[in-house]
C-alpha cells in the first residue's frame, strides 16, 4: 500500500501548531511509516502539490495571499483539517479587526518607528480588511482546536484521520486548550 | 430562589422517575438527581431571569420549550432534557454568543475555567459557522482591583443581579438595546469612580473573563460562585 | 351620574345640535391636521359667519381616508371633500342648501360601503373631546348598564360570550382572560390599556385614541367592574402626543361628570386611570415588559408564567388589554354578545382595524368584519396598486407579520387562517407592496427593526437578529452564498424556538415567509447577482468582501 501524502500550511498564525505537532516526538516516527511528508513549512517542496489526502493547515486567512493559498489547498487536498484555533476562529490575528489593518500599519510602521517610517507594500501581500476563520472561505473537514492542541491531540486525531476510525474533537480539545 | 412547598410531586425527567416537592423548578430537581442541564445565567443563589436560553427543555405534550430555571415541576410532568432539537438549539446559541464579541480563549485570563469554553466544549463545538461580529469595546481598568472587559461579557446579568440581591448596592447594570447592550457601573461611571463596594462578589460570580482581579493572571484565576448558597443560609439562619 | 343624567346630557347636546341646519365635520386626525385641517375648520367657520349660513363646524377624530385628506364631510347631506385647504371654505360655506362642490367630492363608495364600523363608530362624527358628543352617541351608558344592571361575573360572562379575541396581535380569548383575573386572588388588581403601537406603518391604536378616547375609558372601567380592579394604566407612547393631550382632557372631564373617580354611577364602583408615557421601545408592548416599564424599571420581558393575570403590576393580579380590544366593550355590553358574535367567521368574531399603507392607493384606517378576503381589502377597499404597477404582496402584522403573494389574498381574514399561511394578525399593519419592491431587502428592513428594537436580555433574541440582519445584507449586496442561505434558516429556527418573548419568537417571520413565497428572489441574488426590483446595489459587494 502506498503511503497516504500529507501536508501542512503555516498562513497567519505563530508557527505554534507546528511545533506542538514536532511535539508528537517518537511518534513522528510511526506516522512516517504511513505518510509522506510532501508540503510543509518543515520540508523544502516550493509548490503545493497536485494531490494531497490530509492537508493540516495552521493560522487564520488575513491576506489577499492566504486567500489565494488557503483555495488552492482545497482544490488539491482530499481532507482539509483546520489546525488550531487561528485557523479556526481567527485568534489572536483576528484581535485586529475592531482596529481596521491600516491604523495597525500605522501604528506598528509610522507612529513607532524613527528612521525611515513607511508602510511595507513590495512583496508583502495586501492585508484583508478582517481576519476570518478559514472554514469562512473554504469547506473544512475537520476543526482541530487548541491554542496549540496538544502533541496527543495531534496523534490521536490524526491516527483516526489514517485509519479512518471514529473522532470525537471535543473529548481531546477545546478552544484555547 | 422558589418558594418550596412540603408537597411531593413525582415526575420524570429523562426517562427516569423522580421526585420533587412542589414549587421547585425542573432546573433544582435535575441537578438534585445528577441530570445535567447547560445553563450559563442561572447561578444558585441569585433570581432567575432565563436569558441564555439553554436550559430550554421539552415538557411532554408541549410543541413549546420551556426554561427549566423558571419552570415548577408538576405532577406527572415528563421531561426530555436531551434531544437533538435541544442539542442543536443550544449549539446554535454557544454560536451566537462566540461570534457576538471577542471570545479569544487562548489569551483570556478565564481559559481553562470558562463556562462559556466549557460549555462549547461540552456541547462539541468545534468552530462557529456565523461570521465573527468584531465589535470594538472597551476596557474598564480603572478601579484598582478590578478590569471589565467587554469583549468577554456575554450579557449574563450574574454580576447585575449579584450586586442588587446579595451585595444590596446595586452598582451594576445593564445600558442599551440589542446587540449595543453593556454591562455598566451606576450611571455609566468609570468602574473605579462608581460607589462600587469592592467587595468582589461580581467577579467571582462572572462565568467567563469579562470581570477579573488584577492581582492574578492566567490559570491563578478560578472563580468561586458555589459561596452563594452558603452565604444566602447563613443569612436566612440569622 | 344615573342613567337617566346620562339621558338628559345626551338630549340636550343633541337640541344644541338640532338648532343647525347642518354640521360640518372637519378631521382633526393626525394625518389630517399635519396638512393644516385646523386652518380649514377655522376658514369654514368664518366663511360660514360672513355668509350668515346656520351650521355647526365640528373638529371630529380621524375619517379613515387619510391619503384623501384633509377631509370634510357635511351632514345631513353626507357630502365628502377631499384634498380640503382654507381657500375651500368659502364655496363650501356656499354649497349649503344648494348643490355640493362637484370638484372636492370624494366618491369612493367601494372605500366605506365594505366596512363595518364597531371600533370606528364614532371616529370622525364625534369631537373627540366632547364628552356629550360621546354621551349622545350612546357613550357610558354600558358602563352604567353594567354597573346598575349586571354582576361581575355577568359581565364577564357576556364579553366570553360575543367571541371577543385580544386586538393586540395574540387572539387570546378576551373573556377567558377577564375571567382569569377576576378569579385571582388579591385585594389589589389593576386594568391596563396597552397603547404601545409600535409595528412600522400600523397607527389603529394611535387612531381611536385620538378619535374617541372615551370608548377607550369606558371599555376599561368595565373591565375593572368585572375583574375587581380600582385602578387603571394607559400605556400610549411619548410618540402620540395628540393621542396623550386628547387622552387627557377626556379623563379630566369624565372624572368631573362622576365617570370615573369613586362612586361611578352612584354604585360602589371607584375606578380612576393615570396615564404613563412609554419611551417608543417596541418591546414594551409585550406585556411583561410593558409592566416592567410602568413599575419604573428597564422595559424588558421576563418568562411567563405567572401571567399578569396572576402576578403583573407590581405582583398583582392584572388585566392587560389593547387600545383595540378595550374599543370592543361597550358596544358589547351595549348590544350584546349575540350580535356580535353575528359578525365576523367562524372562531374571529367581530371586525379588525387596518391600517392600510404602502403601495396602495387608499391608504388609511379601516374597519372590516373578519373573515373578509384580502384580495377585497387590498382591491376594493384599498382601491389597488396605484401607478399601473402590479401587486407583489402584502404584510399584515407588522415586523413580526409575514409577506403574502398574490395567491394568498383570496384567504378569508381571522387570527387562524393568517397563521396557517405563516402570517399573523398582529395589532392589524397592513402594508402592502408592488414590484418596486425587493422581497429580501424587505425581509433585511424588518430584520433590521427587531435588530434595533430587541432588548437584549436573551441571547438568540439579541445576536440572532443581528447576525440574521448580517447574513441578509451579505444577499442584499450580492455577497451571499447559498451556505448563507441555510444560515439563515438555521439561525430562524433556533431564534424563533427559543426566544424569550414575542418580539423574538416572531422576528424571523418575515425572512421565513419570503423564503417560502419568494425564495426565487433570494436565488437570484445569491446566484445570479440579480435584483429583479432593482433595489439592491450589487456593486457593493467587492467593498464588503475585501
Redesign the interface.
Known amino acids: 500500500m502506498s503511503k497516504l501524502k500529507l501536508a501542512t500550511v503555516w498562513l497567519d498564525g505563530c508557527s505554534g501548531c507546528h511545533m506542538s505537532f514536532l511535539d508528537m516526538d517518537e511518534r513522528l516516527l510511526e506516522l512516517a511509516e504511513v505518510a509522506d511528508l510532501v508540503y510543509s513549512p518543515l520540508v523544502d517542496a516550493k509548490e503545493f502539490p497536485e494531490e494531497v489526502d490530509i492537508a493540516l493547515v495552521e493560522g487564520a486567512v488575513a491576506s489577499v495571499d492566504d486567500e489565494k493559498k488557503i483555495k488552492k489547498i482545497r482544490d488539491h487536498s482530499k481532507t482539509l483539517v ?1 489546525m488550531g ?1 487561528c485557523a ?5 490575528p ?2 485586529r ?3 481596521g489593518p491600516e491604523a495597525i500599519l500605522d501604528r506598528a510602521y509610522i507612529e513607532n518607528v524613527s528612521a525611515q517610517p513607511q508602510i511595507p507594500c513590495i512583496v508583502v501581500p495586501k492585508l ?3 481576519v ?2 478559514i ?2 472561505f473554504v469547506k ?1 473537514d475537520v ?3 487548541g ?1 496549540p492542541p496538544s502533541a496527543d491531540t495531534f496523534y490521536t486525531a490524526i491516527k483516526a484521520l489514517v485509519n479512518g476510525g471514529p473522532l ?3 473529548a481531546l480539545t ?3 486548550a | 430562589m422558589s418558594e418550596v412547598g412540603t408537597e411531593v410531586k413525582i415526575l420524570v425527567i429523562d426517562e427516569q422517575e423522580v421526585s420533587a416537592h412542589a414549587g421547585q423548578t425542573i432546573l433544582e430537581v435535575a441537578r438534585e438527581n445528577d441530570i445535567h442541564i447547560p445553563t450559563l445565567c442561572y447561578l444558585e443563589g441569585l433570581s432567575n431571569v432565563g436569558a441564555c436560553r439553554l436550559c430550554l427543555v421539552e415538557i411532554k405534550g408541549s410543541s413549546k420549550l420551556t426554561p427549566a430555571c423558571v419552570t415548577t415541576v408538576q405532577e406527572g410532568m415528563e421531561v426530555s432534557t436531551n434531544s437533538e432539537r435541544l442539542t442543536r438549539h443550544r449549539r446554535t446559541i454557544l454560536e451566537l454568543l462566540f461570534a457576538e464579541r471577542n471570545h479569544i480563549c487562548s489569551v483570556c485570563v478565564a481559559n481553562g475555567h470558562c463556562e462559556l469554553q466549557s460549555l462549547g466544549q461540552e456541547l462539541g463545538l468545534t468552530h462557529v459557522r456565523l461570521p465573527y461580529r468584531n465589535p470594538d469595546l472597551p476596557v474598564d481598568a480603572s478601579h484598582e482591583r478590578f478590569t471589565a472587559d467587554h469583549n468577554r461579557c456575554i450579557l449574563c446579568t450574574r454580576c447585575v443581579r449579584v450586586c442588587a440581591e446579595i451585595e444590596g448596592a446595586h452598582v451594576w447594570d445593564v445600558m442599551g438595546r440589542g446587540v449595543n447592550c453593556t454591562i455598566i457601573t451606576d450611571l455609566h461611571e468609570e468602574w473605579g469612580k462608581s460607589t462600587c463596594t469592592r467587595c468582589g462578589k461580581c467577579v467571582q460570580v462572572c462565568p467567563t473573563g469579562a470581570l477579573f482581579d488584577k492581582s492574578k493572571i492566567g490559570s491563578e484565576h478560578p472563580k468561586y460562585p458555589d459561596f452563594l448558597p452558603f452565604l444566602n443560609m447563613m443569612r436566612e439562619a440569622q | 351620574m344615573t342613567i337617566e343624567e346620562l339621558d338628559q346630557i345626551a338630549a340636550s347636546a343633541r337640541s344644541e345640535r338640532e338648532k343647525f341646519e347642518h354640521e360640518i365635520n372637519v378631521c382633526h386626525g393626525t394625518g389630517c391636521l399635519s396638512q393644516h385641517s385646523d386652518r380649514v375648520k377655522e376658514s369654514i367657520a368664518q366663511a360660514l359667519q360672513a355668509l350668515g349660513k346656520n351650521a355647526y363646524v365640528r373638529r371630529t377624530g380621524c375619517m379613515g381616508l387619510c391619503a384623501a385628506g384633509p377631509l370634510v364631510l357635511v351632514d345631513p347631506e353626507g357630502s365628502l371633500y377631499q384634498h380640503v385647504n382654507p381657500s375651500h371654505a368659502e364655496k363650501i360655506a356656499a354649497s349649503l342648501d344648494d348643490k355640493p362642490v362637484e370638484e372636492l367630492q370624494c366618491n369612493l363608495r367601494e372605500h366605506f360601503d365594505q366596512q363595518v364600523h364597531i371600533v370606528l363608530e364614532n371616529s370622525g362624527r364625534i369631537d373627540p373631546e366632547r364628552v356629550e358628543d360621546y354621551i349622545a352617541s350612546d357613550g357610558y351608558r354600558a358602563l352604567l348598564m353594567a354597573l346598575n344592571d349586571m354582576t361581575p361575573q355577568g359581565v364577564v360572562r357576556q364579553i366570553t360570550e360575543s367571541g371577543l379575541r385580544g386586538r393586540g396581535g395574540g387572539g387570546y380569548p378576551t373573556g377567558l382572560k377577564w375571567g382569569t383575573v377576576a378569579k385571582a386572588k388579591g385585594d389589589v388588581k389593576y386594568v391596563i390599556c396597552n397603547g404601545d403601537e409600535g409595528d412600522p406603518g400600523a397607527f389603529m391604536d394611535r387612531s381611536v385614541l385620538e378619535s374617541d378616547p372615551h370608548r377607550v375609558l369606558e371599555g376599561m372601567a368595565i373591565a375593572a367592574y368585572a375583574v375587581g380592579a380600582s385602578k387603571g394604566y394607559i400605556y400610549v407612547r411619548a410618540e402620540y402626543p395628540l393621542a396623550v393631550s386628547r387622552l387627557t382632557s377626556c379623563l379630566r372631564d369624565a372624572r368631573r361628570h362622576g365617570l370615573l373617580g369613586n362612586n361611578i354611577g352612584n354604585t360602589h364602583f371607584n375606578f380612576d386611570v393615570e396615564i404613563r408615557l412609554g419611551a417608543g421601545a417596541f418591546v414594551c408592548g409585550e406585556e411583561t415588559a410593558l409592566i416592567a416599564s410602568i413599575e419604573g424599571r428597564r422595559g424588558t420581558p421576563r418568562p411567563r408564567p405567572p401571567y399578569p393575570a396572576s402576578s403583573g403590576l407590581w405582583g398583582k393580579p392584572t388585566l392587560i388589554n389593547n387600545v383595540e380590544t378595550f374599543a370592543n366593550i361597550a358596544p358589547i355590553i351595549r348590544k350584546g354578545s349575540r350580535w356580535f358574535a353575528g359578525i365576523g367567521s367562524a372562531r374571529s368574531k367581530g371586525t379588525k382595524v387596518f391600517a392600510l399603507t404602502g403601495k396602495i392607493t387608499n391608504t388609511g384606517l379601516v374597519e372590516v368584519p373578519m373573515g373578509i378576503k384580502l384580495r377585497e381589502i387590498i382591491e376594493v377597499i384599498g382601491g389597488g396598486v396605484p401607478g399601473g404597477h402590479k401587486f407583489k404582496a402584502v404584510q399584515t402584522g407588522g415586523p413580526s407579520g409575514g409577506c403574502l403573494p398574490e395567491s394568498m389574498l383570496d384567504i378569508g381574514v381571522s387570527y387562524d387562517a393568517l397563521q396557517s399561511v405563516g402570517s399573523i394578525m398582529g395589532s392589524g399593519g397592513m402594508i402592502v407592496m408592488d414590484d418596486t419592491s425587493c422581497m429580501v431587502n424587505v425581509a433585511r428592513f424588518f430584520m433590521e427593526f427587531c435588530m434595533t428594537e430587541s432588548c437584549g436580555k436573551c441571547v438568540p433574541c439579541r445576536a440572532g437578529t443581528a447576525q440574521m440582519h448580517t447574513l441578509l445584507t451579505r444577499i442584499c449586496t450580492g455577497a451571499g452564498t447559498m451556505d448563507d442561505l441555510a444560515l439563515i434558516e438555521d439561525l430562524c429556527s433556533t431564534v424563533k424556538e427559543t426566544s424569550l418573548c414575542g418580539l423574538g419568537q416572531t422576528a424571523p417571520n418575515p425572512v421565513l415567509s419570503t423564503l417560502k413565497y419568494f425564495r426565487n428572489e433570494y436565488i437570484e441574488h445569491i446566484v445570479e447577482k440579480r435584483c429583479r426590483a432593482g433595489v439592491c446595489n450589487m456593486e457593493a459587494a467587492a467593498e464588503v468582501l475585501a
Open positions: 483546520a484555533d479556526i476562529t481567527g485568534n489572536v483576528s484581535m479587526n475592531s482596529i484583508l480588511k478582517v476570518r476563520p472554514h469562512q473544512v476543526f482541530l482546536p491554542c470525537d474533537i471535543s477545546r478552544f484555547g
